[in-house]
């Protein structure tokens, strides 16, 4: 596997790390650090995203469209109620990412991010609302993207609260010119306020023939969308073809490239995808993967239970089933170390306890819940 640069040269260290059995989870030595990995629970259903809650449950969505609950490590049989209507096929559509409100413990407001059937096939939605007695209510759609196709791919559909903003990544639906085009939402980065307004001073705001809730577009299908602890800046990843994932940074009004340039290649044929890697006007990404790594879920680490991972940015693998660990220095990838390889299948989400632990779901029919925590 080769990784690469999109900046100045720096090391890339590739370690899978060794395992071995030990009571309460099997022990892993990566290079920073020596972890365990323990089963909070199995039973999920193609688990796509999670959420803690103040009270100590967790939220994990299935992709089928289902919200299910867990308290004290124990998955509760019944699923939340009063979703949306969901269309969820054999594809990519379903159930996607959820996200608290950043005045959860006042409001009990929370939002997912969905695929609904409308006028014209299918397409991402955004629905917030209140989550009291295990059940969601008074759901209201704040954005539906435009517009709908009979497509199964690339509904995105990550969500971020940041800084007084809500935002959501959007993947081509598969229609690739649609990424170049902002008056289109598919292929780009939405900005919104939380309750969905539009912000004044978003870069399409105001612009005849532009979808004013873009802040980036030229994107092919963000899975990974998470704020960095200290610089605050707020970074995605998205999918290549074959080949060619990306990791950037997220500027205002930026165009990514999608599908111009790309370091992809077409999955059929040995040719590259669009005119090249690089053209004036489009953004390099920080780093990208060849072969691809079909990245999903990203967070950065900050907590106090693995101090040498401090900063560290982890993502998940859904090709090669691993977890990527990546070190910045000054916005530049400088180190990557590949963990967990082929042990636990699919990684589809990566999230920071509130204990600072890590959290991972299995993209699985039987889908886990995993817990990585110190192996002392």
């Known amino acids: ?18 395992a071995a059995s030990a009571a309460g989870g099997e022990v ?16 999920l259903t193609h688990p796509w995203s999670m959420v803690f809650l103040p009270s100590g449950e967790i939220l994990v969505t299935e992709r ?21 209507a969901i269309s969820a096929k054999q594809d990519q559509g379903g159930l996607l990412d959820i996200a608290l409100d ?15 059937a409308g006028e014209g096939g299918r397409g991402t939605e955004i629905g917030c609302g209140t989550f009291r007695d295990d059940r969601l209510e008074d759901l209201q759609v ?14 995105g559909c990550r969500l971020l609260f940041a800084d007084g903003y809500l935002y959501a990544t959007l993947g081509d639906r598969g229609k690739r010119p649609q990424a170049q085009d902002p008056g289109t939402h598919p292929g780009s980065v939405l900005r919104l306020f939380p309750d969905g ?14 979808q004013p809730e873009l802040y980036t577009y030229g994107n092919r299908n963000p899975q990974g969308l998470a704020r960095h602890p200290v610089t605050g800046e707020i970074w995605m990843h998205e999918h290549g073809p074959r080949g060619g994932d ?61 101090p040498a991972w401090q900063n560290s940015l982890f993502i998940g693998s859904l090709k090669f089933q691993e977890l990527v660990r990546l070190e910045l220095d000054r916005g530049q990838v400088i180190a990557e170390e590949r963990l967990l390889s082929r042990e636990y299948g699919r990684i589809r989400d990566v999230r920071q306890g509130p204990e600072g632990a890590l959290y991972l779901l299995t993209d699985e029919a039987d889908g886990q819940l995993l817990k990585i925590v110190p192996a002392d």
């Open 246 to 306: 990306e990791l950037n940074r997220i500027i205002a009004g930026a165009n990514y490239g999608w599908p111009v340039i790309s370091y992809g290649k077409e999955y059929f044929l040995p040719q590259a995808v669009g005119e090249g890697t690089h053209k004036p006007g489009m953004e390099q990404p920080v780093f990208y993967w060849v072969p691809s790594i079909a990245p999903s879920g990203m967070a950065f680490y900050s907590g106090s239970r693995f």
């Open 28 to 43: 892993f030595d990566s290079r920073k650090a020596r972890f365990r990995v323990v089963t909070v629970t199995s039973g």
């Open 102 to 116: 950043p005045d959860f413990e006042k409001n009990r407001r929370l939002c997912i991010s969905y695929v609904a």
């Open 64 to 84: 089928p469209g289902t919200l299910r609950l867990i308290r004290s490590g124990v998955l509760q049989d019944a699923p939340v109620t009063g979703l949306p």
């Open 1 to 18: 596997m080769r990784s690469h640069l999109a900046g100045p040269a720096a090391f890339i260290c590739l370690i899978a790390g060794t």
């Open 197 to 210: 307004a539009i912000p004044p001073d978003n870069p399409f705001a105001g612009k005849s023939a532009h």
């Open 142 to 155: 704040i954005f539906r993207a435009f517009p709908k196709n009979k497509s199964g791919r690339h509904f």
